[in-house]
């Protein structure tokens, strides 16, 4: 059974962060590290996906709205139209 904030690692949870139940908040990290320096590193770790997922995946949803938006979505608007169904997509 595994019971977060008890592994004494660099893995950091979300019951960890907020202390819930019997877990006190920033729980129980490998020796000689306390919740800034773990959060340092998952930051250090993650830091490049968490970039694109901030700044490329909107802009990859917009280009990708942009590009199918003619072909798609007016006729699928036009059809709903049609249907008596006046809801843009």
């Known amino acids: 059974m595994y019971r977060a904030g008890s592994d004494g ?10 202390g819930v139940g019997s ?3 920033g729980g129980n990290y490998a020796t000689g590290y306390d919740l800034q320096s773990v959060l340092m590193k ?6 490049m996906q968490m970039a694109m ?3 490329l995946i ?5 280009t990708a709205t ?14 709903l139209k049609s249907v008596g169904l006046d809801v843009k997509i």
Request: glycine content about 2%.
């Open 9 to 18: 690692s660099m893995r950091l949870t979300l019951p960890e962060l907020l």
């Open 23 to 25: 877990i006190k908040a």
């Open 42 to 47: 998952n930051f250090k770790d993650n830091w």
């Open 53 to 55: 997922g901030v700044i």
């Open 58 to 62: 909107p802009v990859a949803v917009k």
């Open 66 to 79: 942009k590009l199918i938006r003619k072909p798609v979505i007016l006729p699928a608007n036009r059809m």
